[in-house]
């Protein structure tokens, strides 16, 4: 099991992945222990922990990233926590493909991330899930329309807002500020093909 | 892979644990592949389905209800689903205790779940994770005070609202309704014994 | 006072306006007893009702509306509710123009709206305030747009979302299902003219 | 018109009614033009302000607050923004009593406002509303008891959420973080007198 105070002790770099992303990446995705995973972009590493923890030994995190510094950060925070030998960290651009085939998931958190659909439409086995993370609707439109033209099914598009509350004897109230927003997410499925006549 | 269509396709008697939810307790929980986790009450057994795949077979997933009706429909979904070597379920009253020891993480979904705490505390490792799932606001308090008394750290009390999005060429919007509340998740770890001097 | 049961009992053709955004709509506007208002489409006339009990017998509210049936449905429902007084009910179309000056307030809530923008600017006071009221994000940046152009102050936009509770004596929760989404507000200011030296 | 720049300027003492409650306020509980309207307690005065500009010349507020240092800091607000006339500032504690009658609504944003519910009651006309403002969900239910106790109706009972939106060329999407809470809002009405036979 994971403990999440790990995450406060990994050096930070681009923006990441919160844990109620992660959580519903995973759940509405339907990953779990042994399943393939394709990411990218690799950020500081936090999205691949989450989900190396999620597939565990029998499964495997493919992480793309073609910049150097996040790369190298993303490795030193896989290394920090043992997850080497479920997290391969590539420095690559997941625009000029993705290696992996027979995927359970693919999971998209980078701008023009729409140029990476069919390359992730390749990579995933039948029923197979593509997610997308976006900040912004205008991203969405771009991703779910190349999800349709690539094959994919019709996307699923959600956004979680997670609200701390204050249990205390002298009452009970919802924390006074918070996280409003960090991005929507988009599911879509590989449908298996039909079968000829 | 857990394909999420199969819950449509179970029989549902009690109010079910949805996928948001799931999601959210596995995720914040740190639960993942190879993780041994006791839950009570078993329901329709769509929580035991959602852990078992967040486990995998070298996990396991412990169930308790005490309504013979209950869980003889959970014991059906978990077959329909092929899970029963890695759900375990059992017709007892978890208020009589839990028989499981040195487990990852116990999760109480039931009615005077306070009163199930102390038995989670013994049967939780060190690190292990309770987590408490109630409707009202009213519960949570019973249930934070009851960890606190049993010497568990503070709980961490969320809630989750995930809202569907509709993204079209005639412009994107959130749906018009929607669920606006499940329940309240509390969370807490049961913490390392101090070496004695 | 409004008595607010009154919306109940009146006739619904086109989408209505619901109360919190008929509150937060006059509230973040500033509008208040005595001011003149102007908006579009009359709808069913649930915002000219509303806003007419705000702005009392010494504020007026202008209506326009193209469509007959809608036009005369308001007319009936303003009627019923003895507010004739103080709603002017037109039906014109207000892409043609706006007739009143030096108006407080201006709130548009049709289609294409953005193509009015440039004659609620010539309507309103210094000062006043331009609402916008739109189901889709996309229309919010055609809008916002037109208001940058036309000469509006920069655009504060907001959604609201209001959730019922249960306080009961059996434990005290959020309502299981309710409105997630009517539409996005918009408020920009005429600025003051700058003096010439 | 109320220019909302307005509260910037003024000096802060207790906590505000923000904008988005102040406006739910009085639209759900349907105040306009010409209402007599008490609050308590006065606070920093914003609430006052914000109820005055509702009701304008033709309405009034009384405005009761038992700190001597709070109703100071009230009626200096209340004359900064010109309101003396319509904002009538009273030094006593509305647990001793409310000196007006036949009001159309009373809002109560007080720590043990139960304790004031009769009180309201005696002062409200038939058909009146009573509003309570309460930051914990405990207080929600000692309030809305002891409004059942004093023969008003069933208490509807709201949050408001209000999420900033940034709409931009480069995407639109919601502000990262915001007010998740400020305090949940109950409405209930004094039912008109059954006739006697």
Redesign the interface.
Known sequence: ????NIFDKLKRGPQVVV??D???I??????????KVVEAGSGSGFLSI?LA???????KVYSYEWREDFHKLAAKNVAKVGMEAIVELKQKSIFDGIEEENV??VILDLADSEKAVPHAFNALRE???LVGFH???????KF?DACKAAGFSE?????????????RD?????????????G?L?FTVKPALKPMV
Chains 1, 2, 3, 4 share one sequence.
Do not use: C
Not at 26 to 35: E, K, Q, R, V
Not at 155 to 167: F, H
């Open positions: 099991m994971l403990d999440l844990l109620k992660a959580a519903v995973a759940g509405f995705a339907g990953i779990g222990s042994g399943d989450y923890n999620a597939v565990g030994k029998d499964g359970d998931a029923g197979g899930v900040p912004n609707v205008e991203q969405i439109k779910t996307s699923k598009v959600i956004e979680t807002i997670v609200r701390d509350w204050l249990i002298r009452g009970s109230r919802p924390a006074n500020t918070g996280l409003m927003h960090t929507f988009s």
